[in-house]
């Protein structure tokens, strides 16, 4: 099945830090990706949807100035989480699809700001 | 926001009975889709089912919708402790441009 990698897998670093995520389809092409952020039991709540060679389209409440998106090929989507503070700690998972079948999700990354 | 509400929250059962959720949510959808995710890991697609299908199968899943009701659910039979996860349901809406609203889940434990 369709295969997309998530990088790094965790990142531990000081407030004010900027820290980006990569999200790679490794056997697809993906015009859209999406980015969650998950808190401890509790669901993904969208974040944003990355769209290539477009600008991203933000959820209400999501910063965008924040959270910094980036699609700039069919294959690789990021998110820079700028001047991170312990608030921005959290669970983020990208994904990938069709927009019409089910997405392929990335492992997640686990980013926690000391 | 989330659209679909799962209940039960929790559920912890024996290995070999059957586990049983289920998913409301309030809105037209396109499809339906079940999602499992192993503790500190991404989500894995389970089955999709679709506005106009009633029941479908994979392996020991089964889910059925039912759009009158508004409401879906997902089966394992013989269940085993590698079925130990959280389950999430997720509404393609008939106006989410492709996006997946996510249920809150209902963490399964399957104890040997």
């Known amino acids: 099945g369709a295969v997309v990698s998530q990088h790094p897998s965790r990142v531990i670093c000081k407030s004010g830090t900027s820290v980006k995520i990569e999200c790679r389809s490794l056997?697809?092409?993906?015009?859209?990706m999406f980015w969650y952020r998950q808190f401890p039991k509790q669901s993904l709540m969208l974040m944003a949807t990355s769209n290539e060679g477009s600008k991203a389209t933000y959820e209400q409440g999501v910063e965008k100035d924040k959270f910094l998106i980036n699609h700039a090929s069919l294959t690789l989507s990021t998110l820079t989480v700028t001047s991170a503070h312990p608030e921005d700690s959290s669970f983020y998972i990208c994904?990938?699809?069709?927009?019409?079948?089910?997405?392929?999700f990335g492992d997640g990354t686990r980013l926690s700001i000391l | 926001s989330q659209q679909g509400e799962e209940d039960p929250q929790a559920l912890s059962i024996q290995e070999g009975e059957n586990a049983t959720m289920n998913c409301s949510y309030k809105?037209?959808?396109?499809?339906l889709q079940w999602y499992r995710q192993n503790s500190g890991r991404g989500l894995v697609h389970l089955i999709l089912i679709r506005s106009n299908e009633r029941e479908k199968h994979s392996g020991r899943l089964r889910v059925t919708l039912d759009t009158s009701k508004k409401s879906s659910s997902l089966l394992i039979t013989a269940s085993r402790a590698a079925d130990t996860a959280s389950y999430f349901c997720a509404l393609m809406t008939t106006d989410s441009w492709g996006k997946l609203q996510f249920g809150a889940g209902t963490q399964v434990v399957v104890t040997p």
């Open positions: 809105t037209s959808i396109n499809n």
């Open positions: 056997d697809f092409q993906a015009t859209t």
């Open positions: 994904s990938a699809g069709d927009g019409k079948g089910p997405q392929h």
